[in-house]
């Protein structure tokens, strides 16, 4: 017998519809934890030959892997090896989208790098000001590894403040599961 499908989308991928939503040709965006590039590819694909996508990760490896991942892609991206909480030192105002994937690197040898709220925090604070208006952050939170309780503690109280005539914050996860499966944050900026 044929297994049914689910209709709604798996909670991460639900990132890029979202995503999708607000991108254009032409957009700048930033992928926040490049890891294994799937999201910097992503972004490249959907902001075009015109577009610019800035990736931040601090492992070298990172870096290789999502240049090799990239290929052709890579003339629009700028893969920069330093803390996304630099991020304002590479990336000026007018982003559409920031994506933030918290945790360690998928298959990676070194499971101690890894996202911390001291970076985390300052990071979003930096992406949510460059911004433009009708733009939108992404994060993905796992809590599950250590010290992933306290990064989703401070994430949380950070989006909570924020004020809702200028920011639109939504959670989206999976709630019959006894599992500690990631969820999603999505930070809409007022269109003004
Ligand atoms: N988006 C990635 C992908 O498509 O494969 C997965 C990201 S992985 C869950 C988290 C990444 O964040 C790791 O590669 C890790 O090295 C990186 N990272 C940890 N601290 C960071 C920091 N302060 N700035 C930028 N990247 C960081």
Redo the contacts with the bound molecule.
């Keep these: 017998m044929k297994t049914p499908r689910f209709r709604t989308e798996r909670v991460l991928s639900y990132a890029k519809t979202a995503l999708r939503g607000v991108l254009q040709e032409g957009d700048t965006a930033v ?11 992503f972004l490249a694909e959907t902001v075009g030959s015109s577009g610019t996508v800035f990736a ?4 070298p490896a ?1 870096v290789d892997t ?1 240049r090799e991942r990239l290929g052709v892609l890579t003339d629009r991206t700028r893969l920069i090896l ?4 630099n991020m304002a030192q590479y990336v000026t105002a007018g982003v559409s989208a920031v ?1 933030f ?6 298959n ?1 040898e070194d499971r101690s ?4 709220a001291e ?2 925090v300052p ?1 979003i604070r930096t992406a949510l000001r460059l911004l433009k208006p009708g733009g939108m952050v992404s994060v ?1 939170v ?1 809590d599950g590894h250590p010290g992933g309780a306290a990064e989703r503690d401070a994430v949380l109280e950070l989006v909570q403040a924020l004020d809702s005539k200028e920011f639109q914050v939504i959670r989206y996860e999976t709630v019959n599961t006894r599992q500690r499966p990631p969820f999603l944050l999505l930070i809409e900026k007022s269109a003004r």
């Design positions: 992928d926040a934890t490049m890891g294994t590039g799937q999201d910097t590819e931040f990760d601090v492992q990172a999502t330093d803390s996304h909480a994506m994937n918290l945790g360690f690197l998928p990676g790098i890894i996202t911390a970076s985390t990071a993905a796992y």
